[in-house]
């Protein structure tokens, strides 16, 4: 594959403090698994660590991508979608929140291909107008979906016919497992948004937005599963098609 054939894929960063040699400091970083999956996709991976932003920075951003991942991370702040924090939800991260918010919107304004993980797919329902469960525990009872101290559960999940998620990965004929590590969960759906995914006892496990050429985010960690990378390609695919028809 040529360089020109590869497009770039912007990946939105953790910002915390971090300890490194002698320094212990604040720093954006990104586990490797994310970018490695970006590249064996066949895409060039470029981090987006959260800074000042505004319409008119995330727009300039946007039109340096191909495409986009809003990637896992800290519980997006429940004031942003009219709730006071559950004692298990995370300080809230201001500075990421705002900027993954305003990219988000300036990809779907732009038609950018995306792909939101985990903390992605609450960033997608939060900020076309949808709610979270704070704490998954309080509702189905368990703590399947995060076992705790970095260890990803396996689940389960249930693919809606005629959607972008199962021409990507229903094509199989055992049930689709996925690894997961999340407490929170979508509750009431974004309008516009399509629910794509869920488990047996109705957690929302993929959602996509059909007005746009490739907006896919699910609640799992694909990243984690470096033996299937379908869904990076998915987007890696759409990010090089919307490159070509621009061009």
């Known amino acids: 594959m040529s360089v020109s054939d590869r497009p770039i894929i912007g990946l939105t960063t953790y910002l915390e403090q971090a300890q490194t040699g002698v320094w212990d400091v604040p720093a954006s970083f990104l586990p490797k698994s994310y970018f490695e999956a970006i590249t064996r996709a066949g895409g060039i991976a470029v981090l987006l660590p959260p800074q000042p932003v505004s319409p008119e920075i995330a727009r300039q951003v946007i039109q340096g ?13 429940p004031a942003r979608y009219g709730q006071e924090p559950h004692p298990t939800t995370d300080e809230p991260r201001l500075d990421r929140d705002a900027w993954e918010d305003e990219i988000l919107r300036q990809a779907i304004e732009s038609d950018l291909p995306f792909l939101g993980i985990c903390r992605g797919a609450q960033v997608l329902n939060v900020a076309l107008g949808g709610s979270l469960h704070q704490h998954l525990p309080d509702i189905v009872g368990h703590t399947g979906y995060q076992a705790g101290g970095g260890i990803f559960n396996r689940v389960t999940v249930d693919l809606e016919a005629d959607t972008k998620i199962y021409g ?23 309008e516009g948004l399509v629910v794509s995914a869920h488990t047996s006892d109705g957690v929302i496990q993929a959602v996509e937005l059909p007005t746009v050429a490739f907006g896919v985010a699910v609640q799992w960690h694909p990243e984690a599963a470096p033996e299937d990378i379908r869904l990076f390609e998915g987007l890696v695919n759409a990010a090089r098609h919307n490159r070509k028809a621009l061009a």
Request: aromatic share 6%.
């Open 65 to 77: 991508l191909d495409g986009l991942v809003i990637t896992g991370g800290k519980d997006f702040n």
């Open 168 to 190: 990507m990965l229903g094509d199989q004929t055992e049930p689709l497992s996925v690894p997961v590590y999340h407490h929170q969960a979508i509750d009431r759906i974004a």
